[in-house]
């Protein structure tokens, strides 16, 4: 028989709605309990915790990119200077749809696939959350007007006023400054992220990147409280950044442009130097590019056509430019020959337009002049008119270790220089050299060519003034520098290696420029028509440097010879002679004759002595 329940049972009613109650009440209590805990644990124990990520939704803390120290020539004239920009950035942690955001944004301004490219690329580098990441640079008004009236529908988007750096003179200034551009991800890895908090360009090269560290200054920070959608409410701290260092050169704007007009469709190179302080007053190299397409990135396009041009104008022709320097080299042979007793100013050698080497015969050398210069040439005579017979014999006597000695003793194969960024040391040729670089020992003949500035020994036109300058002083060094004033405590690596001073009595140094003074105004001298009516009296040399060999009996005609084979052009000089106030050094590429070079010497000089007057 099967139990029943007695429905007017209402005791038993009664008892199981309280027993419901209980279990109901029972099962709040253990809630309340767990939330009053959870609540405990999350408000006292993670306190801290959980401040901290409030925080930081709500305040973040910015880098303040220092002002980049300013640049000028040694009138005050503005070489580098920073301009305004407004940049469009975004910040990928707030943007839902990139690809539906940038629709929209090219809806509203212009923006190129390259620039796009660009912006992915700078999204998989190392950044730190909610770092902007920029798309678009350099914004017009009319742009950054119509990104404003919609950004209230376009999440992550921030346009950003910055400075950049702007070269007020373009290609005249460029190998000299360099330029400042993004940092790659191999710079990255060596700078201090500290420094460069907010900063997104680095010197790249020349002034720029030798006083980097100066230039840079030192970032500042600002805490700010920002709403849901990253804007700024208010700034709650502030510390301000400390702006870079401002340099001034030696070199003088209109002197530098003057160079870059006499190399104007020519590739070469003009060096300037202030004898008496050492200081770089002009350094022009042609052709040149325009620095400024590098500060916000360069197209692909644009890079190649740079890159790819056969005049090579990346090349700074008067730092790394190294070419045979030809008969500019004479001097500093003889006044090594003087100091090592190998010959006198008295000493005279037969000049038949030829010389055959002793040891063998079957080695004839010629002079530049048919027939040769005179029965005997002296020192002077060399000099005056550039007699190769003379050289030949003198480097002969002279033998190589004396020779390198010499060209060490003005600069050659060195780097003397304290700021000029990525100079090339070119070549002072010794044995173990050879041996090491051909795997040949060292020949008679091959001292015959250095001997006339040829074969082994390279040099780039600032190593030619460099020299000039040394002479010019009695041998007594004075630094190569581009920057003259700055702060006291400057953090860039300045070390400079100089050789030892040449040890010669004052009369020689006086007789040497006496004959690179007839060089201009003789009239057996090489650059006698630079000379002729000059204001003021000249001392210099020219040289002719062969591209290619021409056999020992024959000759070429210009015209006859594919002009980037023919022969280089050099000159170097100071002025006035009685008292330097300039020593000038003009290279051109394929200029086929020296002596052309000296009217372009004189036009910087008569520029520099008759400044004040103009």
């Keep these: 028989m099967v139990d029943t329940l007695n429905i007017e049972d209402r005791t038993g009613e009664k008892n199981l709605v309280f027993r419901r109650m209980i279990v109901a009440m029972l099962l709040v209590f253990v809630m309340v309990i767990s939330l009053i805990a959870r609540l405990f644990y999350l408000q006292v124990v993670q306190h801290d915790l959980y401040v901290t990520k409030s925080k930081a939704n709500r305040v973040q ?46 809806s509203l301004i212009e923006i190129s696939d390259w620039e796009v490219s660009r912006f992915e690329s700078r999204l998989k580098r190392s950044r730190r959350p909610f770092q902007p990441v920029i798309l678009k640079e350099r914004l017009t008004e009319t742009e950054i007007a119509r990104i404003a009236a ?45 420094l460069y908090a907010g900063t997104r360009q680095i010197g790249k090269n020349g002034i ?14 600002r805490m700010v409280e920002t709403n849901a959608k990253g804007r700024i409410l208010r700034t709650l701290e502030n510390e301000s950044s400390k702006p870079g260092v401002d340099l001034t050169l030696y070199m003088d ?34 052709p040149s590019f325009d620095p400024n397409l590098f500060v916000t990135g360069i197209s692909t396009e644009d890079y190649a056509v740079l890159r ?87 480097s002969f006597r002279m033998k190589l270790e004396n020779m390198n000695d010499a060209l060490d003793k003005f600069g050659f194969g060195r780097d003397t220089t304290k700021d000029v960024d990525n100079l090339r040391k070119g070549i002072n040729p010794n044995r173990n050299w050879k041996k090491q670089r051909h795997g040949l020992s060292w020949f008679a003949g091959d001292s015959l ?5 040829q074969g082994y020994v390279l040099a780039s036109p600032l ?57 201009m105004h003789s009239s057996k001298g090489t650059a006698r028509g630079t000379g002729y009516d000059s204001p003021f009296q000249i001392a210099g040399k020219t040289g002719t440097a062969q591209v290619f060999s021409v056999a020992q009996d024959e000759t070429y005609e210009a015209e006859d010879v594919e002009e980037r084979l023919r022969d280089h052009a050099w000159f170097t000089g100071f002025a006035p002679y009685e008292s330097p106030e300039i020593v000038v050094t003009v290279f051109v590429e ?25």
């Design 463 to 519: 190593q030619v003034a460099i020299a000039t300058m040394t002479l010019v002083n009695n041998g007594e060094w004075k630094v190569a520098s581009l920057v003259q004033e700055a702060s006291d405590e400057l953090k860039a690596d300045l070390k400079v290696d100089l050789p030892e001073s040449m040890a010669l009595d004052e009369e020689d140094w006086d007789k040497m420029k006496d004959a690179m003074r007839k060089v």
């Design 208 to 221: 720029e990147k030798t006083y980097e560290m100066d230039l840079l200054g030192e970032p500042g920070a």
């Design 308 to 394: 790819d041009s056969i005049d090579v104008p990346f090349l700074n022709r008067a730092t790394r430019g190294l070419y045979p320097p030809a008969s500019t080299i004479k001097m500093f042979l003889a006044l090594g020959a003087l100091e090592s007793g190998v010959t006198s100013w008295d000493y005279r050698v037969p000049d038949p337009g030829y010389y055959i080497l002793p040891t063998d015969e079957e080695v004839r050398k010629r002079d530049w002049k048919e027939g040769g210069h005179y029965d005997f040439v002296t020192l002077s005579d060399a000099i005056i008119e550039s007699c190769d017979t003379y050289f030949y014999d003198l």
């Design 449 to 453: 060519n250095v001997g006339i500035g």
């Design 150 to 194: 919609n950004r209230y529908f376009l999440d992550g988007i921030e346009v950003d006023a910055t400075l950049i750096r702007q070269y007020p003179y373009g290609s005249t200034f460029a190998h000299v400054l360099g330029y400042v551009g993004k940092i790659n991800e191999s710079e990255l890895k060596k700078i201090d992220g500290s």
């Design 61 to 106: 803390v910015q880098p303040l990119t220092p002002t980049r120290g300013l640049i000028y020539d040694r009138n005050g004239v503005l070489l580098a200077d920073n301009l305004p920009s407004h940049n469009l950035q975004l910040v990928m942690e707030r943007v839902d749809d990139f690809d539906d955001t940038l629709t929209q944004l090219r």
């Design 253 to 286: 704007l209109e002197l530098q442009q003057l160079a870059e007009k006499e190399l104007e469709g020519r590739r070469g190179a003009i060096v300037a130097i202030d004898p008496k302080t050492g200081g770089i007053l002009a350094l022009a190299s042609n």
């Design 590 to 614: 394929n200029g086929e004759h020296g002596s052309a070079m000296g009217p372009v010497a004189r036009r910087l000089m008569e520029h520099w002595i008759f400044r004040e007057q103009q």
